[in-house]
């Protein structure tokens, strides 16, 4: 079975502090893994996705399949990162969808 | 503005009652989604149609029936609305077989009360 954990679900850090948000996963195929945020009052976007290895408003995340894990990282977070983040599995075959962790609320004070 | 539009917005309603969603693509996307949002904010797939056709049905109850006139068109009709189904709903859609490079476009939401 498919599952996504995050562990936490608030963080709570002063702007300029770095951010490491989890997300471990389960999946008996090969893992296609998202983060989307959920800024206040907004719709639901994608922030990144693993394959493209890219760094987006200063987020990254690694994939490691050893550790089953695609944690969201941030050196130096910024007010307007609070928000809900998700991270997220694309399950394979036919029925294809996300499978999303249960969130996590960030909070950057200033 | 191309986008993911739901309506409404909010929908307060009795228990008992029978109210619908509506959501709109304008995205040229094949595939579209329903997804409810409970007050812990856990986000869970309830529906998806692939081309008017059911693919995904996560075990909702049969009081749910989603419908989809055309591809960028499903609507979501709720019967005998019950306290349990207060949450936020959102409607999502995206190009099937594109894989990892998929991005699932995701509407406003609609806040349903059920008092």
């Known amino acids: 079975a498919q599952r996504v954990t995050q562990p936490e679900k608030l963080l709570s850090v002063f702007k300029g502090a770095p951010v490491e948000l989890k997300c471990n996963y389960s999946?008996?195929?090969?893992?296609?893994l998202f983060w989307y945020v959920q800024y206040s009052r907004q719709r639901l976007q994608l922030l990144l996705r693993?394959?493209s290895r890219e760094s987006i408003k200063g987020f990254t995340a690694d994939l490691n399949k050893g550790e089953t894990s695609f944690h969201l990282k941030k050196p130096f977070a910024q007010e307007e990162d609070s928000a809900m983040y998700y991270c997220?599995?694309?399950?394979?075959?036919?029925?294809?969808?996300?499978?999303f962790g249960k969130g996590m609320k960030l909070t950057v004070n200033p | 503005d191309t986008a993911v539009s739901q309506t409404p917005k909010y929908l307060v309603t009795q228990m008992g009652n029978d109210k619908s969603i509506k959501c709109e693509q304008n995205?040229?996307?094949?595939?579209m989604y329903w997804y409810k949002q409970d007050s812990k904010k856990f986000l869970k797939i309830m529906f998806s149609?692939?081309?008017?056709?059911?693919?995904i049905n996560e075990t909702v109850p049969n009081r749910f029936s989603p419908k989809s006139p055309d591809k960028a068109h499903l609507n979501l009709h709720i019967n005998s609305l019950e306290l349990g189904d207060s949450a936020v709903y959102f409607c999502?859609?995206?190009?099937?077989?594109?894989?990892?490079?998929?991005?699932?476009?995701f509407g406003p939401g609609t806040r349903l009360t059920v008092l």
């Open positions: 999502a859609s995206s190009q099937r077989g594109g894989g990892v490079w998929n991005e699932q476009f």
């Open positions: 999946y008996s195929g090969s893992p296609e």
């Open positions: 693993h394959i």
């Open positions: 997220a599995l694309l399950t394979q075959g036919g029925s294809e969808k996300l499978v």
């Open positions: 995205l040229g996307h094949d595939t």
């Open positions: 149609y692939n081309n008017k056709e059911l693919i």
